[in-house]
């Protein structure tokens, strides 16, 4: 089976480009507005960029009516948001707040989380996830899509302040991802969680290049 998606129908009842492209870490994202109204969402593209200094990177397609999604707006106007690691423990919660509500109705009431504030701003983060990046506002790139909901903002941000909660943390000082077991989106309705881990080291990686891939300085 292959075919053009540009040009040509999917041959295939359901379209498997996102099924392909996994499994792809969610991007749970607070933020508040500059009146105060506070927002969390999932996005399924999210992903790291860069790490010297660490930058982040997610986007959000527009609504199908041409809106474009709170996340973004509020990061451009107040400058920050909050990606919160979303845990097996966390999945209900996190697909509670993915529903498109109307705006200045709490996602995080609705899903019953309770949060404290982030260091930097406002913003509200999710008090039982593990790890936070607090992300200071850098760029927006617009992509204009075939239709509205093709249509995506793509939001750069730098990672300012990392948090792990101690009890993740590992005797050699790594993060645990076993006991934290985060989930990861596939395609169609479908997620994946982290219950095994495995270690492969590049064959002859010069010691700057192993540090590197491990996190060393």
Known sequence: MKYMPGSEKCPLPFSPFKACTVPRPIGWLSSISPDGVENLAPYSQWQNLTFDPPMVMFAANQYPD???????????????????????????????????????ESEIKLAGLRTVKADLSDVPMV????????????????????????????????????????????????????????????????????????????????PEEAAGLEGRP
């Open 66 to 104: 041409g809106r474009r999604k709170d996340t973004v707006i509020n990061a451009e106007k107040t400058g920050w948001f909050v990606w919160n690691m979303v845990t097996w423990d966390l999945r209900e919660a996190m697909n509670t707040t993915s529903m498109a509500v109307p705006y200045g």
């Open 127 to 206: 008090a039982d996830s593990p790890c936070h990046f607090e992300c200071r506002y850098i760029s927006t790139h617009r992509l204009k899509g075939n239709s509205n909901v093709g249509t995506v903002d793509v939001v750069f941000a730098e990672v300012v302040k990392i948090h792990i909660k101690d009890e993740y943390i590992d005797e050699f000082g790594k993060l645990d991802i076993k006991k934290a077991r985060p989930i990861a989106r596939l395609g169609y309705y479908d997620y994946t969680v982290v219950d095994e881990t495995f270690e492969m080291r590049i064959p002859m990686a010069s």
